[in-house]
């Protein structure tokens, strides 16, 4: 049977009358739903229900995700620093150019 646990930082949403009505678990990906259910129901009869909901994006997609996007804000980088060098160089040749005309 897998094992469960709730989240600290989301672990209840309350009314205003202090009362949670929310409450957030991370489960692990081979958790015996029923049993949990069958659980929940034990503790606390017909007063809590159990929606199951994925949210979460896998640690190895997250982990593409994020090369892929450091990758492409890099690429922007270089290819604004390229773009720069090459317009600098423009500008010094047209200058000199400029100078080797006037002396000749």
Same mark, same amino acid.
């Given at each position: 049977? #897998?094992?469960?646990?709730?989240? *600290? &930082?989301?672990?209840?949403?309350?009314? *205003?009358? #202090?009362?949670?009505?929310?409450?957030?678990?991370?489960?692990? *990906?081979?958790?015996?739903?029923?049993? $949990?259910?069958?659980? $929940? /129901?034990?503790? %606390? #009869?017909?007063?809590? #229900?159990?929606?199951?909901?994925?949210?979460?994006?896998?640690? $190895?997609?997250?982990?593409? =995700?994020?090369?892929?996007? =450091?990758?492409? &804000? =890099?690429?922007?980088?270089?290819?604004?620093?390229?773009?720069?060098?090459?317009?600098? %160089? +423009?500008?010094?040749? +047209?200058?000199?150019?400029?100078? $080797? /005309?006037?002396?000749?």
């Amino acid at each position: 049977m #897998g094992r469960w646990h709730h989240q *600290p &930082a989301l672990a209840a949403r309350s009314r *205003p009358h #202090g009362r949670a009505d929310t409450y957030f678990l991370r489960l692990s *990906p081979n958790v015996n739903l029923d049993a $949990l259910r069958a659980y $929940l /129901k034990s503790r %606390t #009869g017909d007063s809590l #229900g159990l929606a199951v909901v994925d949210t979460q994006i896998s640690s $190895l997609q997250q982990f593409r =995700l994020t090369i892929l996007l =450091l990758s492409v &804000a =890099l690429s922007a980088i270089a290819v604004v620093s390229v773009f720069n060098s090459a317009a600098l %160089t +423009m500008r010094e040749r +047209m200058s000199e150019v400029g100078t $080797l /005309k006037t002396l000749a």
